[in-house]
């Protein structure tokens, strides 16, 4: 018993091709050419810039004077309290 076999080509026209095979032709190249990327920079600050972070900096520390002050005074108000509770626990044990 005999076999056969078929094959068959399917082609595109042939300027169709041609153009397939030029486009991959430069497409190789064109990934075949180095390229020099340069270096990656940062723009430096401008005058106002770095007058706006001078004057953040400065004004860093001050609000530690109102942070001291309110110490003080949450520490004034315990003492108050303390005493209060005090002179109220006489009357605290009549009732």
Do not use: C, H, W
């Amino acid at each position: 018993m005999a076999t056969t076999t078929s094959e068959q080509i399917v082609r595109e026209a042939p300027d169709i091709e041609a153009y397939k095979l030029g486009l991959l032709q430069s497409a190789k190249e064109l990934v075949d050419t180095p390229v020099n990327i340069p270096a990656q920079q940062i723009a430096g600050m401008s005058q106002m810039q770095q007058d706006a972070l001078t004057r953040t900096q400065a004004g860093v520390g001050a609000y530690e004077p109102y942070l001291q002050e309110a110490g003080y005074t949450i520490g004034d108000s315990q003492e108050q309290i303390s005493g209060v509770r005090d002179k109220a626990d006489p009357f605290r044990r009549q009732a």
